[in-house]
């Protein structure tokens, strides 16, 4: 129930919208476990009350196999604090708003049957980063912003794509989490952490700034190009990476 709503929220926060509410639409099968019904409300309502969301509506019908769940976050932001995946620009730099890695070192515990590790409770608790988005929402320097959800490798390119422009990646920035490698930390997926480009004249500035109102700091991994290619350098040095994290429709 967290996680569910927390995906949906993290895609508000990535566009620098305050969410408000959401609604929730389930399919359930006749033998459907109360008790875990009773645990999926209990997770989403907490995450809901925390940021103060109200649920607005949805619907609730049969299901033949299998339970679906379907969540649909609605926020507010004024038309100027909108960020999307088309406004990169070359010569912006690249940043990261927290490590990666966490959730696909988590996944990989909770599969090999460890399901009590910190790491394990990132994957399943991911926490969407509002007050970040909404904060970096306001800030004009901010061109470009998604959320990481298949991967930084994955993601982006699909800023990349939608602002016509390349990137080019430093391997030794990635910030990555404890125990997770640098591949896992770059494809991964499901950290849920904000990816944005900014204007590299005043990227001291959104860094301090940031660093000043959330104690944390932005990473900044590499910088946005005009040749619509990903390239991956080391210390400097080109690395013929062929690094992709997820693809979802």
Avoid at 40 to 52: H, K, N, P, V
Wanted: hydrophobic fraction near 40%; include cysteine; charge should be negative.
């Amino acid at each position: 129930g967290h996680k569910a709503l927390a995906c949906n929220i993290s895609d508000l926060a990535a566009c620098g919208t305050r969410p408000e509410a959401f609604t929730l639409s389930m399919g359930l099968p006749p033998d459907t476990d109360y008790a875990w019904l009773d645990a999926f409300f209990s997770g989403m309502g907490a995450l809901a009350e925390r940021f103060g969301l109200a649920l607005a509506g949805g619907d609730t019908t049969r299901s033949a196999a299998g339970i679906t769940i379907n969540v649909t976050a609605i926020g507010r932001a004024a038309d100027t604090h909108i960020k999307r995946r088309s406004g990169a620009r070359p010569g912006d730099v690249i940043f990261t708003a927290g490590a990666l890695g966490a959730s696909g070192t988590g996944l990989r515990d909770i599969l090999a049957g460890r399901y009590d590790t910190p790491a394990a409770a990132v994957h399943r608790n991911p926490r969407p980063q509002v007050a970040e988005g909404v904060w970096l929402g306001q800030r004009h320097e901010v061109h470009a912003m998604m959320d990481i959800s298949d991967g930084l490798a994955s993601d982006i390119r699909h800023i990349m794509e939608r602002s016509g422009v390349g990137a080019a990646i430093d391997t030794e920035r990635i910030p990555a989490a404890a125990d997770a490698d640098i591949r896992t930390a770059a494809c991964a997926g499901e950290d849920y952490v904000l990816l944005l480009t900014a204007d590299c004249a005043d990227t001291e500035r959104l860094a301090a700034d940031f660093l000043a109102r959330f104690g944390a700091p932005l990473h900044p991994v590499g910088r946005i190009t005009d040749c619509r290619e990903l390239k991956w350098f080391e210390n400097g040095t080109l690395r013929p990476l062929d690094w992709h994290g997820f693809t979802h429709y």
